[in-house]
């Protein structure tokens, strides 16, 4: 199989090539579902988000232009403005714990539940986040987006994007570090 660039795949996928739709999608899927994932808490609801995000990219694909916003940074702004729609419509669903699915499979019970613990501490920490916060924290920590591509997505000087990721990883601590005494534990 032939390795493609991704401003290939995009102007031959702009042509009609379905295969090279197919490898903008495998490139970036995982990417698209984690970011909306912890933007919803919802595994469901972020699986339909991303369905719909690369729906939108099927259909903007022959209006889109290369500008200084790589291509990553155009579909996070689709996957941003559709989970901003999504709570607007008042889809949110409750806030559920982490599926077990995504644990890996060959850690020791405990160590499974430790991690299930605190990856739902840190999603319920990331949801008390400012809106902008929490996107600067998940696209340069979770997604390690370069500050560039960040302040482009979020359409905000990088100047901006570094007083927000700051600030947030300020609350994030401290909303951390006081939930460790009260999840029930005497640790």
């Known amino acids: 199989m032939q390795s493609h660039t991704v401003p290939d795949l995009v102007s031959r996928a702009q042509r009609g090539s379905v295969d090279a ?36 990219m099927v259909q903007a694909l022959p209006g889109y232009r ?3 916003a790589t291509f990553r940074t155009w579909l996070f702004q689709i996957a941003r403005n559709l989970s901003i729609d999504h ?3 008042g ?7 982490i599926d077990e699915r995504m644990a890996a499979s060959e850690q020791h019970p405990e160590a499974a539940a430790d991690s299930r613990l605190s990856a739902e501490r840190l ?17 340069r920590f979770v997604e ?6 960040v302040a482009a ?10 007083g927000l990721q700051r600030r947030g990883l300020m609350a994030l ?7 460790e005494g009260s999840d029930g534990t005497n640790g």
């Open 21 to 56: 739709a197919g490898q903008l999608y495998e490139r970036h899927y995982r990417s698209i579902f984690r970011y909306l994932f912890y933007r919803t808490g919802d595994a469901a609801a972020a699986e339909d988000l991303t369905g719909e995000v690369f729906l939108k």
């Open 66 to 68: 290369v500008t200084a």
């Open 87 to 89: 709570f607007r419509r």
């Open 91 to 97: 889809q949110a669903h409750p806030v559920q714990p």
């Open 123 to 139: 999603r319920q920490a990331l949801s008390r986040l400012s809106e902008e916060q929490r996107d600067v924290v998940l696209m």
């Open 144 to 149: 390690g987006m370069p500050l560039a591509e």
């Open 153 to 162: 997505t979020l359409h905000k000087s990088e100047d901006a994007v570094k």
């Open 173 to 179: 601590r401290e909303l951390l570090e006081g939930s």
